[in-house]
């Protein structure tokens, strides 16, 4: 009898924190968002973009932020900015090869935003100079593509641009090369844009990496509970993790 007792009493408590632990979990969220209301523009833009991907609520969208800090602090190798070619032999070059001392040019050059964990904030103009000024790996173009794609034509202006700099038409070529700091950057961007153009929009794959595909980032997000007490919830049944998202099996239980 008092074992019985003892449990409803801890259900009702439960049932009277909870109400109170989401709304504190969907401010911290909102916090993470930075400018939520530039996060569902971005959200409004991908539904409206017919992408071949689920398209995540705002909530869900914050898990996927929550995961990108995750992976910045306890996975930063698989944040690329390095390269298999060598730097370029100019001084300048040579000097920003040091990590920490391209992050205030990029800023400068508005070619990042260093709170927007998931890209949609940025306008069209900030991720065509990211591709331009920020060096990435052959396997880390895709997902600023697909951010891209967001905007009709961006794609093509990308390519005008970075033609520009190749062939040295643009005053800032040899800057933009500096900035990138690793030989062949923009020839190999120019490469992966000329692939991507000849390559059909679908769905990402199942095992897609949210880590390189912008499509599957926001697939992984729409995996995601849907409100801040689900989260709760599927946390407290030890079903969701930060980093991994919602346990295979509940996703199957939820289906």
Same mark, same amino acid.
């Given at each position: 009898m008092r074992s019985a007792h003892v449990g409803s009493?801890?259900?009702?408590?439960?049932?009277?924190?909870?109400? /109170?632990?989401?709304r504190a979990l969907e401010g911290?969220?909102?916090?993470?968002?930075?400018?939520?209301?530039?996060?569902?523009?971005?959200?409004?833009?991908?539904?409206?973009?017919? /992408?071949?991907?689920?398209?995540?609520?705002?909530?869900?969208?914050?898990?996927?932020?929550?995961?990108?800090w995750h992976r910045m602090v306890f996975r930063p190798e698989s944040v690329g900015t390095g390269g298999g070619a060598p730097p370029r032999a100019t001084w300048r070059a040579r000097a920003l090869a040091l990590r920490p001392l391209r992050f205030p040019f990029l800023v400068a050059e508005r070619a990042?935003?260093?709170?927007?964990?998931?890209?949609?904030?940025?306008?069209?103009?900030?991720?065509?100079?990211?591709?331009?000024?920020?060096?990435?790996g052959c396997d880390e173009f895709i997902y600023d593509f697909e951010l891209l794609e967001?905007?009709?034509?961006?794609?093509?202006?990308?390519?005008d641009r970075a033609l520009a700099i190749v062939s040295g038409e643009s005053p800032r070529?040899?800057?933009?090369?500096?900035?990138?700091?690793?030989?062949?950057?923009?020839?190999?961007?120019?490469?992966?844009?000329?692939?991507?153009?000849?390559?059909?929009?679908?769905?990402?794959?199942?095992?897609?990496?949210?880590?390189?595909?912008?499509y599957a980032y926001l697939a992984w997000c729409a995996r995601q509970p849907a409100t801040p007490e689900a989260t709760l919830a599927a946390a407290l049944a030890r079903d969701f993790t930060v980093s991994k998202g919602v346990a295979a099996a509940a996703q199957s239980g939820a289906a």
């Amino acid at each position: 009898m008092r074992s019985a007792h003892v449990g409803s009493a801890a259900a009702a408590a439960a049932a009277a924190w909870l109400p /109170l632990a989401a709304r504190a979990l969907e401010g911290a969220g909102r916090l993470l968002l930075v400018r939520p209301h530039e996060v569902s523009e971005g959200l409004a833009r991908a539904r409206a973009a017919g /992408l071949p991907c689920a398209i995540p609520n705002e909530w869900q969208l914050t898990l996927g932020v929550a995961r990108m800090w995750h992976r910045m602090v306890f996975r930063p190798e698989s944040v690329g900015t390095g390269g298999g070619a060598p730097p370029r032999a100019t001084w300048r070059a040579r000097a920003l090869a040091l990590r920490p001392l391209r992050f205030p040019f990029l800023v400068a050059e508005r070619a990042i935003a260093p709170l927007d964990f998931s890209g949609l904030r940025s306008s069209r103009e900030r991720g065509v100079r990211h591709l331009l000024a920020a060096h990435h790996g052959c396997d880390e173009f895709i997902y600023d593509f697909e951010l891209l794609e967001l905007y009709p034509g961006a794609l093509g202006e990308l390519r005008d641009r970075a033609l520009a700099i190749v062939s040295g038409e643009s005053p800032r070529a040899a800057w933009l090369r500096d900035l990138c700091v690793f030989e062949g950057y923009h020839e190999a961007l120019l490469a992966a844009l000329e692939a991507r153009a000849a390559a059909p929009k679908a769905p990402p794959p199942p095992a897609a990496d949210p880590d390189t595909s912008f499509y599957a980032y926001l697939a992984w997000c729409a995996r995601q509970p849907a409100t801040p007490e689900a989260t709760l919830a599927a946390a407290l049944a030890r079903d969701f993790t930060v980093s991994k998202g919602v346990a295979a099996a509940a996703q199957s239980g939820a289906a």
